[in-house]
């Protein structure tokens, strides 16, 4: 553990390297608003045609200190912004957008994106949509070019910088029985969508990542919403590694993640890639409306890299060995354990042993 005397004196360092005066609070008072901090200043950074402003002028506008007002700028060029930050000013360089413009109105889809929202920096984008659910639509999309809070299931945190896609789109099925397929139907149409746009042919891992080479390019969260016993709503979030330098990772997450660039070995447009995985998507979320559940875990079983694996299932009651056979008529993974008893899994970790 380090004390907050040591704490401090870390952060002071890094200011003399940026090249500000110190400006200390509390570690409570810090973490409650740094990352909210990072949102404001990159809205107002690169919303300014002028592309350099002052550090000065930059805390002014976001009411805070030319120190964290600096610190926050290092922690957006950790996420891949292309700034450039001197003794007294910050300079901000273009970047390819995800263009809206070209994701609205698109005549191939009839439930989802006929609103797409679109965010710069935020917590997450399924907590950003969460904020529109009582006003938004079904199918309403919101992406966001970073994430500060991106997170994976079992609350685990995922890495959301500058090239990826993060986005989620709301749901209101009516057919609310089998909703549970729908994060798998999903990463199915996603992967449809990636194998379309650059040839690439990612494959399923039980319940909903994606993976190349055995390596984790993307990945789905579900949250469901019920008002008493009946569905309200789902927000069904995607995560792409679509431009991410494998070097930017965590260290912790590099030896098992990819992204399509570094497949590729060139960027990918995320604008279309963006487009077919709304179109994808949009075919899948109408196949499920139309009670077509089975056609659709059809499509995902050959996808599933899990069938057939010998896997280690975590679940809350305890770890399982076992076969992995089959996908249930709800997306539950079906394992025969060693004493030939079949056991169903809704939701699990899973590591496949071989």
């Not at 609103?115 to 399924?126: D, I, N």
């Not at 990826?164 to 029985?177: A, F, K, Y």
């Not at 194998?195 to 990612?202: K, Q, R």
């Not at 679509?242 to 447009?269: C, F, M, W, Y």
Request: aromatic letters at 6%; hydrophobic letters at 40%; proline letters at 3%.
């Amino acid at each position: 553990m380090h004390s907050a005397k040591d704490k401090r004196t870390r952060r002071e360092a890094t200011d003399s390297a940026l090249g500000v005066k110190s400006f200390w609070v509390s570690d409570r008072q810090v973490l409650s608003s740094t990352r909210e901090l990072e949102a404001a200043i990159a809205d107002v950074i690169f919303s300014r045609k002028e592309p350099r402003v002052s550090i000065d002028e930059l805390a002014r506008a976001v009411h805070t200190s030319p120190a964290r007002a600096a610190r926050a700028i290092f922690q957006l060029k950790e996420l891949g912004y292309p700034l450039h930050l001197s003794h007294e000013s910050i300079r901000h360089y273009p970047f390819r957008w995800i263009d809206l413009q070209q994701l609205g109105a698109n005549p191939a889809t009839q439930r989802i994106g006929r609103r797409v929202e679109w965010r710069l920096h935020v917590c997450s984008t399924q907590d950003e949509l969460k904020k529109l659910k009582d006003e938004a639509p079904d199918g309403t999309v919101l992406i966001a070019e970073t994430q500060y809070g991106g997170r994976g299931r079992l609350k685990r945190n995922w890495f959301s910088g500058l090239g990826g896609v993060w986005m989620s789109v709301l749901l209101r099925p009516t057919w609310s029985e089998s909703h549970q397929i729908l994060p798998m139907a999903f990463a199915g149409a996603v992967a449809r969508a990636i194998g379309d746009v650059v040839e690439l042919s990612p494959m399923l891992k039980w319940p909903n990542d994606l993976m190349l080479r055995s390596r984790k390019v993307a990945g789905l969260l579900a949250e469901s919403n019920y008002q008493g016993n009946n569905l309200d709503h789902v927000i069904l979030g995607f995560g792409i590694n679509a431009n991410i330098e494998i070097a930017r990772l965590p260290k912790e997450l590099r030896r098992h993640s990819t992204s399509l660039s570094h497949e590729l070995g060139q960027e990918v447009d995320r604008t279309i890639l963006v487009r077919h995985i709304i179109e994808e998507v949009d075919r899948s979320y109408r196949d499920f409306e139309s009670g077509h559940a089975d056609e659709m875990l059809e499509e995902v079983r050959p996808l599933c890299s899990t069938l057939g694996k010998e896997v280690q299932v975590t679940t809350a009651e305890g770890i399982f060995k076992g076969e992995a056979l089959d996908l249930g008529n709800d997306g539950q993974l079906k394992v025969r354990m060693s004493d030939g008893t079949i056991v169903s899994f809704f939701a699990a970790d899973v590591k496949h042993l071989r």
